[in-house]
């Protein structure tokens, strides 16, 4: 039957994506963004369909929709270094305000939730790869921490509505992603390397580039949420790809796969910058029947093309 899906941060890199995949599927979708890191651009392709609707709203404020809402999918927040260092307070706001906010809207609506959370709960781990049980080795008062711990807080605020008001709440912890619609300055290691590899320019790695990355094409993470929603898992899960590469391997084959005669040139490793990330999908596979199957080859391919054609256009203008 068709669901009615609200969805926060419908305009980001992976909301957009799942506006894509819900209304495909013949559900009805309500996206709400205020466009602080979403773009119109990521939607517009919706406008037309009747079952698509756009709503821009900060969701820190009270959320209000009327007639009925099946499922709240929470991502709204800044998610790349560059944008939540650039936004601070607002992306303690949203994971903290706007997660009430989204949650309460779940409760009045009778809503399954679902929360995006992220691997940076873990902080820089202690322990590789992470699974579920583990807390975590997090700097709250660093530079990362506005992000770190909006997530914390989110995690914690969903599973209080859970245990106390019974909301069916679903909480994801998302590993590294990548794919079409991230911006070619998002500041995430992807689309950094994409980015300077077709520009010409030299590709920067951070310390000697031998700290781990694992890779998930957002098509299988879309796949992920979708069975994550319809489980009966009310505890967290991990969703990303458990097939961990050096930063500087990731660089390497960035290059060979763009062509590019750009180098490699090394800079000093940022402040609490994670060693080791690498997700144990053990719960996901087991409870989900969920794993990734695109190969990073692939992904990287559809990615580099998208990327390709983003500066293309940006050059035409």
Not at 31 to 52: A, Q, Y
Not at 94 to 120: R, Y
Not at 144 to 158: P, Q
Request: some cysteine; proline content about 6%.
């Amino acid at each position: 039957m068709s669901k009615r899906i609200l969805i926060t941060g419908g305009a980001g890199f992976i909301g957009s994506h799942l506006c894509d995949h819900f209304i495909k599927r013949g559900d009805r979708v309500i996206c709400l963004d205020n466009f602080i890191t979403g773009s119109r651009e990521n939607v517009r392709h919706l406008f037309p369909n009747k079952r698509f609707s756009l709503v821009t709203h900060d969701i820190s404020k009270p959320i209000r929709i009327a007639g009925p809402v099946d499922v709240v999918l929470h991502f709204a927040s800044p998610a790349s270094p560059p944008d939540y260092l650039r936004h601070p307070i607002q992306t303690l706001k949203v994971g903290a305000l706007g997660t009430h906010n989204a949650l309460g809207l779940a409760k009045k609506k009778k809503s399954v939730f679902l929360l995006a959370s992220t691997s940076e709960v873990y902080g820089d781990p202690l322990v590789s790869p992470q699974k579920e049980d583990y807390w975590g080795n997090v700097n709250p008062i660093g530079p990362r921490g506005v992000y770190d711990e909006a997530k914390r807080f989110a995690e914690a605020l969903t599973l209080a509505y859970h245990r106390e008001h019974g909301i069916d709440a679903k909480i994801i912890r998302i590993f590294n992603t990548y794919g079409e619609r991230m911006g070619l300055e998002d500041g995430r290691v992807i689309p950094n390397f994409i980015t300077q590899a077709l520009r010409g320019k030299p590709l920067t790695v951070y310390g000697k580039g031998k700290q781990t990355r694992s890779y998930c094409y957002v098509d299988d993470l879309v796949r992920g949420i979708d069975k994550m929603i319809f489980s009966g898992l009310n505890q967290p899960a991990n969703l990303g790809n458990p097939n961990e590469m050096s930063v500087l391997d990731l660089a390497k084959r960035i290059i060979r796969l763009t062509g590019s005669k750009s180098r490699v040139i090394y800079k000093p490793l940022p402040v609490d910058d994670p060693k080791v990330r690498c997700p144990d999908i053990r719960l996901a596979k087991k409870r989900l029947k969920w794993s990734p199957r695109i190969s990073l080859t692939e992904g990287l391919a559809r990615t580099i093309a998208y990327f390709r054609e983003a500066i293309h256009q940006k050059r035409s203008y």
